[in-house]
C-alpha cells in the first residue's frame, strides 16, 4: 500500500510569480485536500477534491486552485504569489466519508516566498 | 475565529506516566473530532477519533475523551513512551453545504523524558 507523496519537497519562489505543487494520493483513497500550514499554526483547509471536481473550500481567494485526475492525483495552484503564502502545504487523500479512519496526509511541500 | 483550541503549545511528561492533551472548540456543529500526530519533517498521522454521539473511544495506549456541555475533549497516553514525543493536533469535523470540512487547533508539542 502506497502512502501519499508530495513534489517537490522544498521551493522558492519569487513574490508575484505562480506555483503547482503536486500529490499522489494513497491507493484506493478517493478524495484528495489540500491544507496551509504555516510556521506555529496548525493546517488550515484550502479545498477538497472528489470525482475531479471541489467540493468544499475554506477561506482562501481564487488565486489558490486545483486539480484532481482521474487516477486521483492533484495539483494545487497558486497565482500571484505573496509573502504570506509561505507555509507547507500538506495534501491529505481520504475515503469519501470514512472519517473514523481520517486523512492519510503526505510529508509536505515547504514553499518559501521571497 | 479560532473554533479549535489547543491551549497547551507544550508539555513534558516522564516516561511511563500519563499523557494528557487537551483541546477546546466553539462550534457546537462539529460532528466528529480526530487527533493527529506530526513528527518532524513528515505528514501528521491519524491517531484516532470520536464520534460527538460518544462520550470516550480507546485504543490501546490512546484514549480519547469527550465532554460535549463543556465543548472540550482530551487525549490520554498511557503509558507514556519516548516514542511519543511529536507535535499533536486536534481537529474537527463540520459540515458546510453539504460536504465536510476539517478545522484544524494549533498543537500541542509533547515531550516524553526517558
Known amino acids: 500500500e502506497t502512502g501519499v507523496t508530495q513534489s517537490p519537497t522544498h521551493l522558492i519562489k519569487t513574490r508575484g510569480q505562480q506555483v503547482t505543487l503536486r500529490c499522489s494520493s494513497q491507493s484506493g483513497h478517493n478524495t484528495v485536500s489540500w491544507y496551509q500550514q504555516a510556521l506555529g499554526q496548525g493546517p488550515q483547509f484550502i479545498f477538497q477534491y472528489y470525482r475531479e471536481e471541489e467540493n468544499g473550500r475554506g477561506n482562501f481567494p481564487p488565486r489558490f486552485s486545483g486539480l484532481q485526475f482521474p487516477n486521483y492525483s492533484s495539483e494545487l495552484n497558486v497565482n500571484a504569489l505573496e509573502l504570506d503564502d509561505s507555509a507547507l502545504y500538506l495534501c491529505a487523500s481520504s475515503l469519501i466519508g470514512a472519517t473514523i479512519y481520517g486523512y492519510t496526509f503526505g510529508s509536505g511541500t515547504r514553499l518559501t516566498v521571497v | 475565529d479560532q473554533q479549535v483550541k489547543q491551549n497547551s503549545p507544550s508539555l513534558s511528561v516522564q516516561e511511563g506516566r500519563i499523557s494528557i492533551l487537551n483541546c477546546d472548540y466553539t462550534n457546537s456543529m462539529f460532528d466528529y473530532f480526530l487527533w493527529y500526530k506530526k513528527y518532524p519533517a513528515e505528514g501528521p498521522t491519524f491517531l484516532i477519533s470520536?464520534?460527538?454521539?460518544?462520550d470516550k473511544n480507546e485504543d490501546g495506549r490512546f484514549t480519547v475523551f469527550l465532554n460535549k456541555s463543556a465543548k472540550h475533549l482530551s487525549l490520554h497516553i498511557v503509558p507514556s513512551q519516548p516514542g511519543d514525543s511529536a507535535v499533536y493536533f486536534c481537529?474537527?469535523?463540520?459540515?458546510?453545504?453539504?460536504?465536510?470540512?476539517?478545522?484544524f487547533g494549533t498543537g500541542t508539542r509533547l515531550k516524553v523524558l526517558a
Open positions: 481537529a474537527a469535523r463540520v459540515t458546510v453545504s453539504g460536504t465536510y470540512k476539517y478545522i
Open positions: 470520536i464520534s460527538s454521539i460518544k
